[in-house]
């Protein structure tokens, strides 16, 4: 009865093997096992985003990005990038998408709230460009905008 119930769960873990191959190619299961933060979806690459720079993981946040060398996209990461190394008590409360029906769009408003224990709440409306390559979704545009009336 042991060696049933071996054999039972190595088919069961083939046949979701098999699953996942079949709706997926290949190519993407091999990376989104190699990066886990990997995403299918424009938002979950905005939200990692965000989390990285909340986790002051600038570095690896800086790798989602695909910004010419010197734009003002670039300047406004890099001022972020300081703000948060400056200010160690902010941190990241909520990422909020503006447009709600983004689907497999290529850009996003974002409004992003952050917190401090001794400063206000402090929110940022941002305008985000994304770009699908082999990589998956790579933000290709970062620019804060004036904030949306609600």
């Known amino acids: 009865m042991r060696h049933s119930r071996y054999v039972w769960l190595l088919g069961l873990s083939l046949l979701c093997l098999i ?3 079949t709706f997926k190619t290949p190519q993407t299961v091999i990376t989104a096992l190699a990066d886990p933060h990997y995403g299918n979806s424009p938002q979950m690459t905005i939200q990692h985003f965000w989390k990285l ?5 600038t570095d690896l946040a800086r ?3 695909v910004l010419p060398e010197g734009s003002l996209d670039e300047k406004e990461f890099t001022t972020w990038e300081t703000r948060l190394n400056k200010d160690p008590l902010l941190s990241l409360q909520k990422v909020q998408f503006m447009n709600s029906e983004m689907g497999l769009s290529k850009a996003a408003i974002v409004r992003v709230s952050w917190t401090s224990s001794v400063q206000e709440a402090q929110i940022f409306t941002f305008s ?11 933000i ?3 620019k804060q905008i004036n ?3 609600s």
């Open 19 to 21: 699953t996942i191959l």
């Open 53 to 57: 720079m909340d986790l002051r993981q």
């Open 63 to 65: 790798e989602l990005l």
């Open 128 to 138: 985000i460009h994304l770009v699908h390559n082999e990589k998956g979704w790579r």
């Open 140 to 142: 290709q545009g970062l």
């Open 147 to 149: 904030d949306l009336s």
